[in-house]
């Protein structure tokens, strides 16, 4: 794996990223502050292949959920910080028509990076969402898949209930942007992925 790119540099790699795939902080979908900057590079890979700022993936390789790493926020307080990590398609069931957006693949609370671990994270609370696995058709256009981490406030104890059901069609049309408000979450790290059927070509 080539060494991690300075935070400042990434952040700048990030923000172009997200302008160009029309995730402009701030936009109508609100969920990414128009004032962003990432406080730690959140790197996320399947199989050992890195999520890198839009690059594609097809069904076939994100079947099993991905490792999930990054380093802890500098600052004193935030010694004990815990995080909670979030999956979901925009673009659900097509970027033309994403009428079901947005698709909760996977919520992931209380993750804890630990000290001297190079990016190690400990999961310390049972999913809220299991994960569910990419799946556009091949007919469809790529989807962006958007892996937003957030610190949670101290003492956050949420329950499956506060995000909503796992079967498939309670997935669908959930909303970060009041999720994120109601439970005071604040975003800290981003990196984001299309996908494709494994059958779709240009």
Same mark, same amino acid.
């Given at each position: 794996?080539? &060494? ?5 540099d990434?952040? @700048?790699?990030?923000?172009?990223s ?20 990432? &406080? ?5 890979s399947?199989?050992?292949? *890195?999520? *890198?700022?839009? %690059?594609l993936?097809?069904?076939? *390789?994100?079947?099993?959920?991905? /490792?999930?790493s ?5 600052? #004193?307080?935030?010694? #004990? &910080?815990s ?8 673009d ?30 400990? @999961? ?6 299991e994960?569910l696995a990419?799946?556009?058709?091949? *007919? ?24 909503g ?7 669908r049309?959930?909303?970060?942007v009041? /999720?994120?408000?109601?439970h @005071? ?5 981003? %990196? ?8 779709w070509?240009e």
């Amino acid at each position: 794996m080539a &060494a991690a790119a300075p935070l400042d540099d990434f952040a @700048q790699a990030l923000s172009s990223s997200l302008a160009e795939a029309k995730l402009v902080p701030g936009s109508a979908e609100a969920l990414i502050p128009r004032d962003f900057k990432p &406080a730690t590079r959140l790197a996320i890979s399947f199989g050992g292949r *890195e999520v *890198e700022l839009g %690059n594609l993936f097809r069904v076939n *390789e994100v079947k099993l959920a991905p /490792f999930v790493s990054f380093e802890a926020e500098v600052g #004193d307080s935030l010694e #004990d &910080a815990s995080y909670m990590l979030l999956l979901v398609d925009p673009d659900a069931p097509t970027p033309d028509d994403p009428k079901f957006a947005f698709w909760r693949h996977w919520v992931l609370p209380g993750l804890k990076p630990l000290a001297g671990a190079d990016g190690v994270v400990a @999961q310390t609370k049972a999913a809220l969402t299991e994960y569910l696995a990419p799946g556009p058709k091949d *007919e469809s256009q790529p989807h962006r898949y958007l892996f937003l981490l957030f610190r949670e406030p101290h003492g956050l104890a949420l329950t499956k209930d506060d995000v909503g059901g796992e079967e498939f069609v309670q997935r669908r049309s959930f909303d970060p942007v009041t /999720f994120v408000e109601k439970h @005071q979450l604040q975003l800290v790290g981003l %990196n984001w992925m299309k996908g494709a059927g494994d059958g779709w070509t240009e």
